[in-house]
């Protein structure tokens, strides 16, 4: 019978140190929780003070990829910024340039357009202030700099094409809802994998506009995607489009179903391209 009591009383002993010796089930869901980071970063270039916006996932352990984010004409705002954090829940070290610097925003169309046609005109205007940007992300030990791509919305989708046909050493760029008369690329030039995110009921973006756009493509055997959502009108991953369509008297509207696939068709690529 003692015999008995001390086998038991051993077996209890052990068992109950093995497990002080096992991190508990909560403590190992928590390291596993995301802790996003999301702040404002300050940098130069092209003479003048640009404020971008960086996100990322401090839990993750080792180099990040990086998605540079290109603003709508617009301007760097909440919008802009809100895309840093979901590509950082994604996994990435994901930053939103600041293209027109100290944090401008346009706050009706006449002063958006105003904003933007001086990258429109001069593509390497915005190449030098993208470039800018890249160098300061560099500067993070979480960035992964050989696995870096750029995603841009309307205006910013156009630039991120400009980009890519000016040969900036990119794996990867999506442009969403982002206009078409873009920097004709060239075989020699161009580095980036292209995905186009397109709405199919675009009134500002004309048939003749793709063909041309995608004959380019064509003709020099780009690899390249693109995607049409139907019922799309521009800008249609903005929550807040419709009701800036309707202030300003503009065709643009959020499309809830377009704005879902063309993020699950921007993942899928970037699982492809930038892993």
């Known amino acids: 019978m003692k015999f008995l009591f001390f086998s038991l009383a051993a077996l209890f002993c052990f068992t109950a140190c093995n497990n002080n010796m096992k991190p508990k089930a909560t403590e190992m869901e928590a390291k596993k929780i995301p802790v996003i980071i999301a702040e404002p970063v300050t940098y130069t270039g092209d003479s003048i003070t640009m404020n971008g916006f960086v996100a990322y996932d401090s839990a993750l352990q080792g180099k990040l990829p990086v998605v540079m984010i290109i603003h709508e004409w617009w301007g760097l705002n909440d919008y802009t910024k809100s895309r840093a954090k979901q590509l950082a829940d994604l996994g990435y070290l994901a930053m939103a340039v600041d293209l027109y610097g100290n944090g401008i925003n346009g706050n009706n169309p006449e ?45 910013g989708g156009s ?12 794996k990867a760029v999506v442009s969403f809802h982002g206009g078409l008369r873009t920097v ?16 199919a009921a675009d009134k500002f973006i004309s048939p003749e506009e793709i063909a041309k756009f995608r004959q380019n493509l064509d003709s020099i055997g780009a690899q390249y995607t693109f995607k049409a959502y139907d019922s799309a009108l521009h ?17 643009v509207a959020y499309n809830a179903a377009a704005d879902s696939a063309s993020w699950k068709d921007m993942k899928a690529f970037f699982e492809q391209y930038l892993h």
């Open 111 to 155: 002063e958006a357009t105003k904003l933007a046609t001086p990258f429109y005109t001069n593509p390497l205007t915005a190449q030098k202030r993208f470039d800018a940007a890249l160098e300061k992300i560099k500067t993070f030990p979480q960035a992964d700099t050989s696995k870096i791509a750029a995603i841009g919305y309307c205006f």
């Open 235 to 251: 800008a249609f991953t903005n929550p807040e489009a419709t009701e800036m369509g309707k202030k300003f008297n503009i065709a």
């Open 184 to 199: 004709p690329a060239e075989k020699n030039t161009l580095k980036a994998k292209i995905l186009v995110c397109h709405g």
């Open 159 to 170: 630039i991120v094409l400009n980009l890519a046909a000016l040969g900036e050493n990119l």
